[in-house]
């Protein structure tokens, strides 16, 4: 499983769990909503940290290889390595 699902389903489980916690208490469901999303936000700083650091370490080499394949593509679009892959005239 990707760390950025492991992480997103974390976020979601901590909602869901404090929505629950608050959901005996008596007041309006919008506040209930509201105090649910500011506590899980919080909560998943400091519980999350270590899914939060593996997705950005996945997102940071992704991006390094979409950066490296963009490179190679603009290399051989400019003909720089039409001169390995073209072979020489055969007599």
């Known amino acids: 499983m990707s760390a950025a699902v492991k ?3 974390g976020r979601l489980g901590l909602f869901v769990a404090v929505l629950a916690a608050l959901w005996l208490v008596e007041m309006n469901i919008f506040i209930k909503l509201m105090v649910a999303l500011a506590f899980s936000a ?3 700083f400091f519980l999350l940290k270590g899914w ?12 390094e290889r979409r950066r490296a394949e963009k490179e190679r593509l603009r290399s051989a ?12 005239p055969s007599n």
């Open 77 to 88: 679009l400019a003909g720089e390595d039409q001169d390995q892959e073209t072979p020489g």
């Open 52 to 63: 939060r650091d593996e997705m950005a370490e996945e997102m940071a080499t992704a991006a």
């Open 42 to 44: 919080a909560l998943s």
């Open 7 to 9: 992480y997103t389903l």
